[in-house]
């Protein structure tokens, strides 16, 4: 039997898809490329070529679709975890905060 280790709510579905951001911090406002590693319903993980991103950052999320059958992504985040993932980079744990 299959055990359910993980407690989230939702399934995360792996996606690594490159993804487009807009970060709205403190210091400015930018746009950064980015790979979208899963996502789910509540929230998504994002590999981010940055050192890292405070907690609380407000995020736009968007991923373009290679479909026609599945439309694009628009959302709203704020990043709730940070985890560096080489001297550079970063994977943020978002959550999503509305859909576009």
């Known amino acids: ?10 399934f995360r579905m792996m996606v690594n898809s490159p993804c487009i951001i807009q970060i709205d911090d403190a210091e400015s406002s930018r746009t950064v490329q980015a790979v979208c590693r899963d996502i789910s319903a509540t929230g998504m993980s994002l590999e981010i070529d940055e050192a890292s991103i405070e907690m609380g950052t407000e995020l736009t999320v968007q991923i373009e679709s290679t479909s026609s059958q599945i439309p694009s992504l628009s959302a709203s985040a704020k990043v709730v ?4 993932a080489s001297e550079n980079s970063c994977i943020v744990g978002v959550e999503i905060t509305q859909m576009r």
């Open 81 to 84: 975890r940070c985890d560096p």
């Open 1 to 10: 039997m299959l055990g359910y280790d993980d407690k989230r709510n939702f």
